[in-house]
């Protein structure tokens, strides 16, 4: 469940990339099922330390509501998504924004940062705090999550009934770091 990198410089590669970075761009190098990144400035993490990263498969679920000037439009309402490592559901993530593991442990966020997603279609890429904390395992000492990697799951535009529901696939990869 957990990914071992082979060089503190690898890690450092994840977390920090260049500070100006206004895109995601995916670096030459791969260890492993770790993809490696240029974070953009908005959602870096300095000092913290990888604990878990996990890939998303699910949804981001819309509402139709009411938008500007009472016209309908779809609005996020949750996340429904399968923690996958190594291929084997590990856990999951919904709304909160929350994620738990099989162990017990979970955490909820809160965004403090975001940065676009490397296409139209892609919801941001997040950088959150932990608020809250449940149970006792692998993310019990997790203070910042991360989304990264994006595909998918945004829906725009206007919607026909207030009331109906639409979802967007989508895929992602959340890595949850620690202070120190």
Known sequence: MFIKLAAP??????????????EPEPAEAQRGQLKLYTLPAAILALGETVVLSVHAEGAQVYECKAGAEGKLAWAFREPVATLLAEGKTVGRHYAGPNWELADGSAVAGKAIGNAPGATAADIPWLKLDVASRRGSGVLTPVTTVQRINTHGGKLDGACDKAGEFKSAPYSADYVFLKKG
Do not use: F
């Open 9 to 22: 410089a690898l890690l450092l590669a994840v977390l920090i990339g260049p500070a100006g970075a206004a």
